[in-house]
């Protein structure tokens, strides 16, 4: 028999339990958003490829044409589209995470669950888009005849640095919205110049040896390298420091994510 | 009996507190660009700033030294006026916000159902909300499967299951959204005026299953404002009036206790006439105050007034209401009688003779308007409630329906029936008939 005990100033100790007993509700409020997604659209889950397509073609004319930025050897287009394939999933996991609680503002102040699970829902939901776009990276990696390197063995953890990311800066989002609804503002702003700051269009090697560290503390750069390092190898070299950087970076964010979530959750129904 | 083997209470709360701070976002937004702005701009006018916002903060008790204990199987009503505590505590029970102070134990699977239809998403279809507001309330997948075609047969909705909600009528959407939530047979059942939604006929069959859950043995706590409702589903009632405990116990008690505290009239001024109102009494034939009056006695209204200005020819009106609305007025504005003037303390009353009502409840409202006519000085204010109790038999009423015309008519003056074959009948709520 399960039973609750609340007592004024102490934490849950039941919390992570109760995450386990929800654990249907991940899978629940995923479905839910990606069925809406593309109800009463004409071309549907399409949308998912034409995307991305669309992206890549923008940025590899601009980048690759235009700006006749150094590609190393490899298709422009499979340059960009392995850089936007972490990103895209970055950004569209911050932004929907972050947006997760205010959206779903009458849940959260009449129904009692975990609401991390709202938040980390969304990054699930990023998730099934980015497999959608890698798919069309397979795809167009068959079209170029293009082999990946045995690094591509160490693809799993770079997925789960960008995991770990957008799920703590997912999180830091979403309760920090619930307060300040200036982040609704702040949020499409880091994206937007997120796109040019991290090296999605470009490979991180144009820029100057001397600033490359400083270059590093965007935590995408070391994760956008890796997924590079691993998918196309040759000369997408990884930058160890950087990527050292990245990974402290996104072990401070996610930790720290998860602990101001825990303690401003227990107000989240008073404040939203 | 060994001790492990007696029941524990379903649920035991206490001390428990809720805390809210209000006044603040008011004055000062508590916006980013707001801190930020500030605090570059003067940092020392910024602090200050926030100090001063932290003084002009105002301490909201909503909920303050509760503690109840409720045992498995009971059904325990919730009532009180709006912002008494209720919606409070039953936040704090399912856990959608913390306590500021006590503590509370709830033993088994918790459900609430705060609101008709959350979670619910208006692009989904009928079937695909059930599924997902069943797991949002925290039933499985397998325990929603299961209960699938109960759901929809209890809503009635069948033909419309692949419709998305946003194109069902509001009843459809309602009924759908109970449906779910009456079907997760929780152990603890926590229910928060759902039934002040939908017709009468819904409404019924909400009562209908809640009143099945109670009889499984589960422990219900239901809030509501339907008093009838309350009466018919629990056996048990909590009173709450600011923040607190007023009341407990046996429901008829209670709920008694809760009309009376809806019309008790404390003293008070009334706009800047310098008019205060001391006291209201209702009293009986023999001059004692009561609340219960028998159809026939007379009811004597008395005001007590301490006018601080001396008032000039004032109009005062009363008003008897019953449940469908008003039953017989005392007018100065209809009959022309009026004070000369209020000065200081001072009394007036009203005496209604033999009042020919049907057992039911009633209110006083009193109403005063200055010398002109028009302006208000009192506005129809409840002053007063009483009951009118009698076995209509004793007053000659042989009728087989009396319950249910009672609840419809309140008033009935005397009348004379011609039947047919000539012979006549007098009816009156005069006074009892002498019994030969």
Known sequence: MSEIYIEAGHTEGQYWRDLWNYRELFYFLSWRDLLVRYKQTVVGVSWSFIRPLLTML????????????PSGGTPYPLLVLCGMLPWNFFSLAISDSGNSLVMNSSLVSKIYFPRL????????????????????????????????PMSVLTLPFFILLAIAASVGIGLWIAALMVKYRDFRFIVPFIVQFGLYLSPVGFQSGVVPER???????????GIIDGFRWSLLG??????????????????????????????????????? | MLIKDMPQPAIVVEDLGKRYVIGRQKQAPDGMRHIIEGALRSPVAWLKSRRDARRREVDFWALRNVSLTVQQGEV??????????????????????????????????????????????QELTGRENIFLNGAILGMTRSEITKKFDQIVEFSEIEEFLDTPVKRYSSGMYIRLAFAVAAHLEPEVLIVDEVLAVGDAAFQKKCLGKMENLARGGRTVLFVSHNMEAVRMLCQRAILFDGGRIRADGDVENVVEDYFSRLSTFSARQFGNSGLVIEKVALKNDAGQETRQFCPGEDLIVEIQFDAQKILEKPYFILVVQGKRGNCFTANMQLDGHRPEFLNGKGRISCRFKSIPLLPQRFTV?????????????????????????ADLADYGFRGEFQTRISEATSVVVPYEWQLPDGSSAIVSLGAPVPTV
Do not use: C
């Not at chain 1, 497999?131 to 795809?139: D, Q």
């Not at chain 1, 600033?211 to 750069?221: A, D, I, Q, T």
């Not at chain 2, 009192?378 to 409630?385: A, H, I």
């Open chain 2, 76 to 121: 325990v009503g919730i009532i009180g006026r709006n912002g008494a505590g209720k919606s409070t505590l039953l936040k704090l029970l399912s856990r959608i916000t913390v306590p500021t102070e006590g503590r509370f134990r709830i033993e088994g699977r918790t459900s609430s159902l705060l609101e008709v239809g959350t979670g619910f998403h």
């Open chain 1, 234 to 272: 040759g000369q997408n070299r990884i930058y160890l420091p950087s990527l050292g950087i990245s990974v402290l970076e996104i072990a401070v964010i996610l930790i720290s994510g998860v602990l101001y979530f825990r303690r401003t959750e227990r107000t989240f129904a008073d404040v939203i």
């Open chain 2, 365 to 389: 409202q009193l109403a005063m308007k200055a010398s002109n006519g028009k302006d208000v000085l009192v506005d129809y204010e409840n002053v007063g409630s009483f009951t009118v109790t």
């Open chain 1, 58 to 69: 923008v940025l590899t004319v601009v980048f690759g044409k235009l700006g006749k930025m």
């Open chain 1, 211 to 221: 600033f490359r560290l400083l270059y590093s503390l965007n935590p995408m750069v």
């Open chain 1, 117 to 148: 699970i709202m938040a980390v829902s969304s990054v699930i939901v990023s998730f099934v888009d980015f497999a959608i776009s890698a798919l069309f990276m397979v795809g167009l990696m068959i079209w170029y005849r293009f082999a990946p």
